[in-house]
């Protein structure tokens, strides 16, 4: 008997995690059974997130911020209108906040309660963003988080950190890397990654993309 | 409440680990399932933002804390779906629905709604009150511990900071949660100076904002 009630609790502990497919799929079926869920509307919901909506549409805005004084100004200002004033089919929600990086200040995003982020300009957040090693160390020591992506930031740069715990949603507009005098934006998109817009990564230099 | 979930400041979780830019957003395609039917839900009106986060909140801290982002959606998904009354745990635990669907109040998203409610929701409202700081203000993060939703997170409780922006008027998550009202109040940006979070040893050039609603702080 010890023997079998070890094994249940073994299993009860486990059940609650493992077998996500068939929980996954046994939910999707009681929904779209029920009619709240539309099966191939979820397929389109997917596609849009594997294809569609990720960091290059940030990019292309961080890329116009740093040719256009003018729309960056107004992006500081209030990035939602103008994001949208771009006119593109990428449309942004309201209350989307962009942060620049200058020569004193250096701009990171997290989220300490669940995991905000600002999908519409950026796509789904990377696994690091939702970790719990993330989002408690991030505004606590970030400096130290930085050297874990290997940015060594100058010590008397000052570090500010948004913790995203309302409906605001941030991303960061980092400094424009030396030697692109004269680049269009479609090549300094190329610069602007991902990790640039969150703060835990600096734009790529030049040579990196040559 | 506070929960594990509030995870700001805590030790021991080790280092964080980058990934390549390109990745893929979904690791198994059953991920891009849940997220899908989490959207879905939401268009549909089965249950708000908040409501949601707090149902993650509500997970016990051993499998919040073992499960990955998209097993705790999962799991959210399915406890919510039960408490609102949209499924049964009978019908979860055979793959079919055998009761009649409940009415929500929201339209099933179809394929061709797609591109309309990928664009996030505005959680704006109007201003049901003048706005009782103003950029500048000092203010104390009061020291709360609601048994239920908030949005002030442990490590600011207690601790002076400055009004640095006004983001207008929001639906105050905590009433929603609580009451199932929406009950607009003021947002602002408040920033804290690193040392006055972590003590003496803190990052000297460290400065933490969080976006705080109007019941959360006082003046000083």
Redesign the interface.
């Not at chain 1, 449309?91 to 209350?95: C, S």
């Given at each position: 008997m010890p023997h079998d009630s070890d094994h249940t609790h073994d299993h009860d502990h486990g059940s609650?995690?493992s077998d996500?497919?068939?929980?996954?799929?046994?939910?999707?079926?009681?929904?779209a059974?029920?009619?709240?869920?539309?099966s191939?509307?979820?397929?389109?919901?997917?596609e849009?997130?594997?294809a569609r909506?990720g960091?290059h549409i940030g990019a292309m805005i961080v890329a116009k911020a740093w040719t256009d004084p003018d729309f960056k100004a107004k992006l500081l200002a209030d990035a939602s209108t103008t994001v949208r004033s771009l006119g593109i089919?990428r449309?942004?929600?309201?209350?989307l906040?962009a942060v620049e990086n200058t020569d004193d200040t250096h701009n990171v995003i997290v989220c300490?309660?669940?995991?905000c982020y600002p999908?519409?300009v950026l796509?789904?957040p990377?696994?690091?963003y939702?970790?719990?090693?993330?989002?408690?160390?991030a505004?606590?020591?970030?400096?130290a988080?930085l050297a874990?992506?290997d940015v060594t930031l100058p010590?008397?740069?000052?570090?500010?950190?948004?913790?995203?715990?309302?409906?605001?949603?941030f991303m960061v507009v980092p400094r424009r890397p030396e030697g692109t005098e004269g680049w269009s934006e479609e090549q300094l998109a190329k610069l602007v990654?991902?990790?640039s817009m969150v703060g835990?990564g600096l734009a790529r230099r030049p040579e990196e993309v040559a | 409440m506070d929960g594990v979930?509030?995870?700001?400041?805590?030790?021991g979780?080790?280092?964080?680990?980058?990934?390549p830019?390109d990745?893929?957003?979904?690791s198994?395609p059953?991920e891009?399932?849940?997220?899908?039917?989490a959207?879905?839900?939401g268009s549909?009106g089965?249950w708000n933002?908040d409501v949601g986060?707090h149902g993650?909140?509500r997970l016990p801290p051993h499998?919040y804390?073992?499960?990955t982002?998209?097993?705790k959606w999962?799991?959210r998904?399915?406890k919510l779906?039960v408490e609102t009354g949209?499924?049964t745990a009978e019908?979860?635990?055979?793959?079919?629905?055998n009761t009649?669907?409940k009415p929500?109040p929201g339209k099933?998203?179809?394929?061709d709604?797609?591109?309309g409610?990928?664009?996030?929701?505005?959680?704006?409202r109007p201003e049901q009150a003048p706005a009782r700081f103003k950029v500048g203000d000092r203010v104390r993060a009061r020291n709360i511990h609601p048994k239920s939703h908030t949005?002030?997170?442990r490590?600011t409780r207690g601790h002076v900071g400055t009004i640095e922006r006004i983001?207008g008027c929001?639906?105050y998550?905590d009433s929603y949660v609580a009451r199932g009202e929406e009950d607009p109040q003021w947002?602002y940006?408040v920033?804290f100076d690193g040392r006055d979070?972590?003590g003496p040893d803190?990052?000297p050039?460290?400065?933490?904002?969080?976006?705080?609603?109007e019941p959360y702080l006082e003046a000083v």
């Open positions: 609650e995690l996500m497919q068939r929980r996954v799929r046994a939910l999707e079926t009681v929904l059974e029920k009619g709240y869920i539309d191939e509307a979820l397929d389109r919901i997917v849009a997130y594997e909506v960091p089919d449309q942004v929600g309201d209350h906040v300490t309660l669940c995991s999908w519409d796509g789904l990377p696994i690091w939702k970790s719990t090693a993330y989002r408690s160390r505004v606590k020591e970030p400096r988080v874990d992506f010590e008397d740069m000052k570090i500010r950190v948004w913790d995203s715990t309302a409906e605001t949603r990654t991902r990790d835990t | 979930h509030d995870l700001g400041g805590m030790d979780f080790g280092k964080v680990k980058p990934e830019e990745k893929k957003p979904f198994e059953w891009g399932r849940v997220l899908a039917m959207r879905a839900l549909v089965a933002i986060r993650i909140e499998i804390l073992a499960a982002y998209y097993q999962q799991l998904n399915e779906a949209l499924v019908e979860l635990a055979a793959g079919h629905a009649p669907a929500l099933v998203v179809r394929p709604d797609i591109a409610m990928l664009v996030r929701g505005s959680y704006g949005r002030l997170p490590f983001q929001h639906v998550p947002l940006t920033v979070l972590w803190s990052d050039t460290l400065e933490v904002s969080i976006e705080a609603f």
